[in-house]
C-alpha cells in the first residue's frame, strides 16, 4: 500500500507538472529578488546539468513511471500526500521569465488549477527564474505547487514542489527555498 500510495502522490504532482512546463502569467514586475534561505542538508541529487540537495529524509522513489530528469520526495507523508521536488526540462529549450508568465493562468485553469498566483521573480543560482503557485486536485488528493523556471545558457529547468494542500505558504516556501539556494550548474 505505501508503495502504492508514494507512487501515486508522485504521480500526482508530476501529471500537472508538464503542463506547468509550458505556463504561467505576467504580472508587470520584472525585478528579481536575490534567494537567501538556510540551505538544505540531505542528500545531494544529480541532474542534466545540475545538482541540488534535498531536506534531511528526502529520498530518490525508485520507478515513477514518468520522464524526470531529477525527483525526491519526502519519506514521512503528510495525510495522503507526500511532499516531493521534480524537475523537468523545458520542451521549449530556453525560455524567458517573461515567456512563461505570459501563458500560465488560462494554461493551469484549463488542466482545473484553481488560485493560479505569479509571484515575483527570484533570483536562482545567477538565473532570473518566473514563480508560479497553484492549487491542484486529482483522484480526490488535494495538493498544492510552488513552482521555478531556471535557465543555464540553452535550457529552461523547471523545478515543481508539490505539498499536501494544507500546507502553509512558509512552510512550502521554506522547504523550497532551503533547496532551490542549493542548486548548482555542472562545469
Known amino acids: ?6 507512487r501515486t ?9 508538464g503542463i506547468l512546463s509550458l505556463a504561467a502569467c505576467a504580472n508587470g514586475d520584472t525585478t528579481a529578488e536575490e534567494l537567501s534561505a538556510e540551505p538544505a542538508t540531505g542528500t545531494t541529487i544529480a541532474g542534466d546539468g545540475y545538482t541540488y540537495v534535498v531536506p534531511e529524509g528526502w529520498t530518490v522513489p525508485g520507478d515513477t513511471g514518468f520522464d524526470l530528469d531529477s525527483v525526491a520526495m ?22 524567458t521569465a517573461d515567456e512563461v508568465e505570459e501563458a500560465a493562468i488560462p494554461e493551469l485553469e484549463s488542466v482545473g488549477a484553481t488560485d493560479v498566483t505569479v509571484h515575483d521573480r527570484l533570483t536562482i543560482a545567477g538565473s532570473e527564474s518566473a514563480h508560479l503557485s497553484a492549487q491542484l486536485a486529482q483522484q480526490g488528493v488535494e495538493y498544492v505547487s510552488e513552482q521555478y523556471y531556471l535557465s543555464d545558457e540553452d535550457q529552461t529547468y523547471v523545478v515543481t514542489f508539490s505539498f499536501a494542500g494544507d500546507t502553509a505558504v512558509e512552510d512550502r516556501r521554506s522547504v523550497a527555498e532551503s533547496v532551490l539556494v542549493t542548486w548548482e550548474w555542472a562545469e
Open 1 to 6: 500500500m505505501e508503495k502504492k500510495m508514494k
Open 9 to 17: 502522490t508522485v504521480g500526482l504532482c508530476l501529471t500537472i507538472a
Open 74 to 95: 519526502d519519506s514521512e507523508a503528510t495525510g495522503n500526500f507526500a511532499s516531493n521536488v521534480n524537475v523537468l526540462l523545458s520542451p521549449g529549450g530556453k525560455l
